[in-house]
């Protein structure tokens, strides 16, 4: 079975400092990990994707993410927030053969001007 | 936008009544899915469509949930006998044919209120 988890459900940051959001998965087979994200009254947005290859993999909107995979983690990053990346984050995982995507419950991030 | 619309875009009904929502996905889209997400939640897959062919279906699609997509363009999800348990947000997405098909281009969802 697949899994992701997302720990936190609230990041809070300052305007143009580093952000990170966690996320943790669990799947048999070598993962296809992507992130997301949803603004108030849209749809979810692709940001980004690791399907193989580099470990840093580089989305919208200036994030990055890094697969880690003795740690089964793929963080999302950003070198410095804008007040405009408030929005809800999602992790999502797709194993080997599967057709859907298994979603984490999201992360609130804030970022305060 | 993505390209994806859904109507309608909110929808209060009371319990017991049956409800029919619609997915026009990109048109050069040939994969559509439809996920459902509760408060506090992630999207939850609930079924999948290539084509016309309704391919997978989630445990979580009761009988009285139904999807089709008679043309192979847009979709419907009707829930029928509506409960409380089923206020949700909707969300359809489509994914094109070939290499890029693990990344799926949501709509807006449509809000369900079941009283």
């Known amino acids: 079975a697949q899994s992701v988890a997302q720990p936190e459900d609230q990041v809070n940051v300052a305007e143009g400092n580093p952000l990170t959001v966690k996320c943790t998965y669990s799947?048999?087979?070598?993962?296809?990990l992507f992130w997301y994200v949803q603004y108030p009254n849209r749809g979810l947005q692709f940001l980004l994707k690791?399907?193989?290859?580099?470990?840093l993999v580089k989305g919208s909107y200036g994030f990055e993410a890094e697969f880690n995979k003795s740690q089964t983690s793929f963080h999302l990053k950003k070198p410095s927030a804008l007040v405009s990346d408030s929005a809800l984050y999602f992790c999502a995982v797709r194993g080997p053969g599967a057709n859907n995507l298994f979603f984490g419950t999201g992360t609130r991030l804030t970022v305060i001007p | 936008d993505t390209g994806v619309s859904q109507d309608p875009r909110h929808k209060i009904t009371k319990r017991g009544q049956n409800v029919t929502f619609r997915c026009d996905p990109i048109s050069e889209h040939n994969r559509l899915y439809w996920y459902r997400q509760t408060l506090g939640q992630g999207p939850e897959f609930l079924t999948y469509f290539q084509n016309e062919a309704q391919l997978e279906k989630s445990r979580l699609l009761s009988d009285r949930f139904s999807a089709e997509r008679p043309k192979g363009s847009f979709s419907t999800l009707e829930i029928q006998r509506t409960e409380q348990g089923d206020s949700a947000m909707y969300l359809c997405?489509?994914?094109?044919?070939?290499?890029?098909?693990?990344?799926?281009?949501f709509g807006p969802g449509t809000r369900l209120t079941v009283t």
């Open positions: 799947v048999s087979g070598n993962p296809y």
């Open positions: 997405a489509s994914v094109p044919a070939g290499g890029r098909a693990y990344e799926q281009y």
């Open positions: 690791y399907i193989t290859g580099d470990n």
